[in-house]
């Protein structure tokens, strides 16, 4: 047999159809990678048809063939490919991007303040160079401050960026002098929420000073109550009278109507949330710590206390690294307690697919002393605090946090009333 005919024997008989370029081949690949992190399933069938239509495009170019000698069939079809395999690729990137995205959310962090370089105060004092410290932190780490109308468009979705809500309570007039002229120079948003009976009262604002600052659109005016008293302890009918009272004072000094309102003290129970829900608010803040999103009640929403003690630049800088803990629902769902149910069973329910709970560490603060929690997992996404004693100061707090990868902590507060004997 000559040799000739011999290697023509050997040579391995080629498939009908053209073939493709490594171009083609790269971008038909990192398309294929492209397609299984942007999430899409793939099943029998969907290959099935992926197959099909690449044996479908290589018998359209065998059936073309015989015009190619006046009609550039296969570059025409080799350019529709590369194309249209680029447009796939760029597609499933930024798909990909996108749903790794919308697994994000930064929430948004709300910090409260009362008073400023008032230092005999140090439970609810900020002394001024401690709060510029914080403003400067804010914008060194990126976050975005935020004033109430970007607040409600941010609460119910996911939030990429950071985002940060500075709220002030009672409204004292050393807000006005010491950090008023900071905020105003800098157009720094804001919501202050101003309890009507004390106002113009020593050491408080006057109307006319709220007036003017309720003039700025960065600036919005939350109610706070009338009395700022111990309102959880009240009966319902009080607790009405009084915020309906506050209400009437804002429209007749200010002509002005709030959706925000702010817990006294941060306290609640469930008839009181109701009575600000009935009373048209839409949102109530408490005063214990998380970070608010879109799985948190309106009207449990937490906030940051910021003074002296917790006002540190460290402690601070650390505050800014905390992300929202979403969850399902915390039994028991009333924060007021009696002998009868004090110490409470504290469950949390968290989402299945939310972050593993393993490692979850708490502490509160029953028998009036901090402590390490016992945890018991009912199941992987539910959780007991087990409590060894009763709260008995004031309010019982439950602290729980979890640190991530990044460095980031989910953090989640929880409060409780103790009702007076």
Same mark, same amino acid.
């Given at each position: 047999m000559p040799l000739a005919i011999a290697i023509e024997i050997l040579i391995p008989e080629k498939l009908p159809g053209p073939t493709f370029t490594i171009t083609e081949k790269f971008l038909s690949?990192?398309?294929?990678?492209?397609?299984?992190?942007?999430?899409? +399933?793939?099943?029998?069938?969907v290959l099935f048809l992926i197959l099909s239509l690449i044996f479908l495009t290589k018998k359209l170019l065998l059936t073309l063939r015989p015009i190619e000698s006046f009609l550039p069939v296969k570059l025409i079809m080799r350019k529709f490919f590369i194309i249209t395999a680029f447009i796939v690729f760029l597609g499933t990137i930024d798909n990909s991007y996108s749903a790794a995205k919308n697994l994000e959310d930064n929430g948004i962090i709300s910090i409260m303040y009362h008073r400023f370089d008032e230092n005999k105060y140090p439970s609810t004092n900020i002394r001024i160079e401690d709060f510029k410290n914080? +403003? @400067? =932190?804010?914008?060194?780490?990126?976050?975005?401050?935020? !004033?109430?109308k970007e607040f409600e468009n941010s609460l119910k979705k996911n939030n990429l960026d950071k985002k940060i809500l500075i709220t002030i309570d009672d409204g004292f007039s050393s807000f006005y002098k010491n950090a008023w002229p900071i905020l105003k120079?800098?157009?720094?948003?804001?919501?202050?929420?101003?309890? &009507?009976? !004390?106002?113009?009262?020593?050491? *408080?604002?006057?109307?006319? =000073? %709220?007036?003017?600052?309720?003039?700025?659109?960065?600036?919005?005016?939350?109610?706070? !109550?009338?009395?700022?008293?111990?309102?959880?302890?009240?009966?319902? =009918?009080?607790?009405?009278?009084?915020?309906?009272?506050?209400?009437?004072?804002?429209?007749?000094?200010? @002509? *002005?109507? &709030?959706?925000?309102?702010?817990y006294p003290f941060g306290e609640y129970k469930n008839s009181y949330k109701e009575i600000v829900k009935n009373l048209g608010f839409k949102y109530g803040f408490g005063q214990h710590s998380g970070v608010i999103d879109k799985t948190k009640n309106e009207f449990e929403l937490p906030r940051f206390?910021?003074? /002296?003690?917790?006002?540190?630049?460290?402690?601070?800088? !650390?505050?800014?690294? &905390?992300?929202?803990?979403? *969850?399902?629902?915390?039994?028991p769902s009333e924060r007021y307690l009696t002998e009868k149910n004090n110490?409470? /069973?504290?469950?949390?329910?968290?989402?299945?697919?939310?972050?593993? %709970?393993? @490692?979850?560490?708490?502490?509160? @603060?029953?028998?009036?002393?901090?402590?390490?929690?016992?945890?018991?997992?009912?199941?992987?996404?539910?959780?007991?605090?087990?409590?060894?004693?009763?709260? &008995?100061?004031e309010r019982g707090r439950i602290n729980c946090s979890l640190r991530e990868n990044n460095g980031n902590w989910r953090w989640l507060g929880i409060q409780f009333v103790i009702a007076n004997k």
């Open positions: 690949i990192s398309t294929f990678f492209s397609l299984i992190n942007s999430k899409i +399933l793939f099943t029998s069938s914080h +403003l @400067n =932190q804010i914008k060194n780490s990126n976050f975005k401050f935020i !004033s109430h120079k800098n157009k720094i948003p804001f919501i202050i929420f101003i309890n &009507t009976e !004390s106002v113009g009262g020593k050491g *408080y604002m006057n109307w006319e =000073q %709220i007036s003017e600052i309720s003039k700025f659109e960065f600036v919005h005016i939350g109610n706070h !109550s009338h009395t700022h008293d111990y309102l959880v302890d009240k009966s319902d =009918q009080e607790i009405k009278k009084d915020i309906e009272t506050a209400i009437d004072i804002f429209k007749t000094k200010l @002509n *002005y109507e &709030t959706k925000f309102f702010a206390p910021i003074n /002296e003690k917790y006002g540190k630049p460290e402690r601070f800088k !650390s505050l800014l690294k &905390t992300i929202p803990f979403p *969850y399902k629902n915390i039994t110490p409470p /069973e504290v469950n949390i329910s968290f989402f299945e697919d939310g972050p593993d %709970i393993k @490692n979850i560490t708490c502490y509160s @603060n029953e028998e009036n002393s901090w402590r390490k929690s016992k945890l018991h997992f009912h199941k992987k996404n539910e959780l007991r605090i087990i409590l060894d004693g009763k709260f &008995t100061t």
